[in-house]
């Protein structure tokens, strides 16, 4: 009999009782599904897990503090012998059978007349896979499915939008992987993805051979008129039906521009949507080791952009000021520019000796990491060979992440003022 495949079906237990036979780690583990299904749980064991416990004073189940009995069977929909006894769990599965109820056995497969299929949810779909008692084998197959279906990979059971519109999705710092789920889900589902440079370009060789991609960089050039063309371009693709991807690297609204794209959505009556992604100013250091802030080191970080030099006359930026923290400065778009910067912090109180790490190519294959301190960042960018998108880490934290400062490429005197 066990070896022919187990029939799959699609219990409805809302509202029914359920019997748990056993207060461990197993039924600790078998009960949230059943409570999700909306079951009548009832837990029947000398003792349970704190988990359970917590569960029984929220009023989510019912436990009976006592050994098993045959007659805990009746009136049950489905039973569950999740004990650590032989003995008892045969009990229990004899019980059951009398009563020509399913059972589940957590011993013993090959003896129960239920299997507890590798369960997933996805956007209305329960999934079930159901193998010869492989649960390893199984539960692979679950979470590959469900992560198809999460990333857009798998399409069959994905319902796309019905209105088009804009999504604006931060692809993260630039590894494939980091970006999110909701965002790859995105890419998947849109007909026209409008593309930066620095968004992760891999991710746009796994989209359907339908999918339209417009390269930012091929717009017409200077930074107003980009701007001015890509919101007019993604407002004239919404407007003709089309589902539209604004793809960006690291956050749309950490120095993307993003929200002016919004602007203009809203300006043109064009649904618009935002996927955040990770922060390249955080993520960077981060996927470097370097922590932004630490306890009785840094208790405060400023994301600054550094792509006007101090001084210029639309700069926003106050360097003065920012001389004066001490807490952790992440510069952005800044190493052109990373010169005059430094010695406007020196000039405002920052001392020379603050270490600092160059982020290059952040979470990139070809990522480094250059140490080096306020007062020797000028000649440590041209002897390094540094080159964008890279980012700056000023402050405290870097001497955290690397006492030897001589370990990422700087002069070993490099935190000495």
């Known amino acids: 009999m066990h070896d022919h495949p187990p029939y799959p079906s699609g219990l409805r237990l809302a509202g029914r009782r359920v019997l748990v036979v056993g207060g461990g780690q197993v039924a600790q583990r078998r009960i949230p599904g ?3 299904a909306g079951a009548d749980v009832v837990v029947v064991s000398p003792e349970v897990t ?4 917590g569960q029984v004073l929220a009023g989510e189940l019912t436990w009976v503090a006592r050994g098993f009995r045959d007659e805990d069977v009746e009136d049950s929909w489905y039973v569950i012998a999740a004990t650590n006894d032989l003995t008892v769990n045969e009990q229990v599965s004899a019980a059951a059978e009398s009563a020509r109820v399913f059972c589940v056995r957590s ?14 949810r996805y956007d209305g779909l329960t999934l079930a896979v159901l193998g010869r008692r492989e649960p390893r084998r199984t539960a692979a197959v679950r979470d590959a499915i469900v992560t198809g279906l999460h990333e857009g990979t798998i399409g069959a059971g994905v319902r796309r939008p019905s209105v088009p519109g804009v999504t604006l999705v931060g692809g993260g710092p630039g590894d494939p992987e980091l970006i999110s789920v909701a965002g790859r889900r995105a890419l998947m589902e849109a007909d026209v993805v409008v593309a930066d440079r620095l968004a992760p370009r891999e991710l746009l060789g796994d989209l359907p051979a339908t999918t339209e991609i417009v390269d ?13 063309e890509i919101n007019r371009l993604i407002v004239e693709r919404a407007r003709a039906g089309q589902r539209v991807v604004r793809f960006k690297g690291g956050d749309s609204f950490v120095f993307g521009r993003g929200f002016e794209e919004i602007l203009a959505c809203r300006k043109a009556g064009i649904a618009v949507h935002v996927v955040p992604g990770l922060s390249s100013p955080l993520a960077v250091p981060a996927v470097a080791g370097i922590p932004v802030t630490h306890r009785h080191v840094a208790h405060e970080f400023t994301v600054v ?22 807490g952790t400065l992440l510069l952005m778009m800044a190493v052109e520019n990373a010169p005059a910067i430094a010695e406007a912090l020196i000039a405002a109180g920052r001392e020379k000796g603050s270490p600092v790490a160059v982020v290059c190519d952040g979470s990139m294959p070809g990522e480094r990491t250059v140490l080096t301190s306020l007062g020797s960042l000028a000649d440590d960018l041209d002897r390094h060979v540094v080159r964008p998108p890279a980012i700056i880490v000023v402050g405290d934290v870097v001497a955290v992440a690397h006492p030897d400062p001589s370990s990422g490429g700087a002069d070993s005197a490099a935190w000495q003022s």
């Open 34 to 36: 059943l409570l999700a």
């Open 107 to 120: 011993d013993d497969g090959t003896a129960a007349t239920a299997w507890t299929p590798a369960v997933g």
């Open 216 to 228: 930012v960089a091929k717009l017409p050039h200077g930074r107003s008129a980009r701007q001015e």
């Open 50 to 53: 704190p988990a359970i416990e």
């Open 305 to 326: 952009s550094g792509h006007l030099p101090p001084g210029h006359p639309e700069s926003l930026v106050d360097w003065e000021a920012l001389g004066r923290l001490r």
